[in-house]
T-cell receptor
Framework: GENVEQHPSTLSVQEGDSAVIKCTYS??????FPWYKQELGKRPQLIID???NVGEKKDQRIAVTLNKTAKHFSLHITETQPEDSAVYFC???????????WGAGTKLIIKP | ETGVTQSPTHLIKTRGQQVTLRCSSQ?????VSWYQQALGQGPQFIFQ???????GRGNFPPRFSGLQFPNYSSELNVNALELDDSALYLC????????????????FGPGTRLTVL
């Protein structure tokens, strides 16, 4: 079955700097790759997603890139702010069952 | 704030007991997925219900079962609780448009924190 690996497990960056989180997936049939942000004690919230027919997508300070050949995708956050501190999860999905396979998460710490 | 709700918020059970968790999907959604999130880990897919039928299942034993009702709300039942079942249980609703669908965002509820003693 699908396996999603996420790195790093913890990322600490200075406020204003950029943060990059990387994920790899194993199943080449996966075609949908969302990123979720989960603050402590709260529900996961979708922040950006990308489908396999697109190589890059951007939404203000957040961007996601997808390399289908290498089977990896990355989240890029620019000009980080204190409110960006949270746990970020990548996920992958394929086919008709909408099953999301999640990475283990990255704890992003924004230092003032 | 999404329209997905879950009840109860917290629950404490003992080993061997049974538990039922409930999820009300967002208006207009017809699909509910359930996930288990252990502390410090990513969510694990349990199963999904579409139009009242199970539509995909993750690597969970049969003592995890579910239902979806005509109003698209859903229940997750866990029998013979084990200590490792302690986790946050999340449901997510989405809209699936039929045989030729496009993937739509899953909206998550706040979760039910289950503690098994």
């Amino acid at each position: 079955g699908e396996n999603v690996e996420q790195h790093p497990s913890t990322l600490s960056v200075q406020e204003g700097d950029s943060a990059v989180i990387k994920c790899t997936y194993s199943d080449s049939a996966s075609n949908y790759f969302p990123w979720y942000k989960q603050e402590l004690g709260k529900r996961p919230q979708l922040i950006i997603d990308i489908r396999s027919n697109v190589g890059e997508k951007k939404d203000q300070r957040i961007a996601v890139t997808l390399n289908k050949t290498a089977k990896h995708f990355s989240l890029h956050i620019t000009e980080t702010q204190p409110e960006d501190s949270a746990v970020y999860f990548c996920a992958a999905s394929k086919g008709s069952n909408y099953q999301l396979i999640w990475g283990a998460g990255t704890k992003l710490i924004i230092k003032p | 704030e999404t329209g997905v709700t879950q009840s109860p918020t917290h629950l404490i059970k003992t080993r061997g007991q049974q538990v039922t968790l409930r999820c009300s999907s967002q208006s207009g959604h017809n699909t509910v997925s359930w996930y288990q999130q252990a502390l410090g880990q990513g969510p694990q897919f349990i199963f999904q219900y579409y139009r009242e039928e199970e539509n995909g299942r993750g690597n969970f034993p049969p003592r995890f079962s579910g239902l979806q009702f005509p109003n698209y709300s859903s229940e997750l039942n866990v029998n013979a609780l084990e200590l490792d079942d302690s986790a946050l249980y999340l449901c997510a609703s989405s809209f699936r448009g039929g045989p030729s669908y496009s993937y739509n965002e899953q909206f998550f509820g706040p979760g039910t924190r289950l503690t098994v003693l």
